[in-house]
Nanobody
Framework: HVQLVESGGGLVQPGGSLRLSCSVSGYTVSSLCMAWLRQYPGKRREVILSIDRAGRTSYSEFVKGRFTISKDNSKYTAYLQMNSLKPEDTALYYC??????????WGQGTQVTVS
């Protein structure tokens, strides 16, 4: 059973950086396809980045060039590095396991506020 726990959210000024972590238990991150999603109040979660087992990544147009997804297999952790943050990046951020076309496992979310 895969369990995910996000950490690293907080308050940052525009133009600043944050790194979110997603600790994984139950599987090694190398064996998982993973994604970071964010959710604005009253809106659906949207995928902003994903990474497959081979390390290939895909990015939403809204974060390309600013955000990076990575995995550290030795630490059972996936990361979301966020640079050049904007107020519109303020949201609740989730990591999730991708399985087929679904997301069967989620973390609890971590709040990022850019102000």
């Amino acid at each position: 059973h895969v369990q995910l726990v996000e950490s690293g959210g907080g308050l940052v000024q525009p133009g600043g950086s944050l790194r979110l972590s997603c600790s994984v238990s139950g599987y090694t991150v190398s064996s998982l396809c993973m994604a970071w999603l964010r959710q604005y109040p009253g809106k659906r979660r949207e995928v902003i980045l994903s990474i497959d087992r081979a390390g290939r990544t895909s990015y939403s147009e809204f974060v390309k060039g600013r955000f990076t997804i990575s995995k550290d297999n030795s630490k059972y952790t996936a990361y979301l590095q966020m640079n050049s943050l904007k107020p519109e990046d303020t949201a609740l951020y989730y990591c999730a396991r991708i399985l087929g076309v679904g997301y069967p496992n989620w973390g609890q979310g971590t709040q990022v506020t850019v102000s």
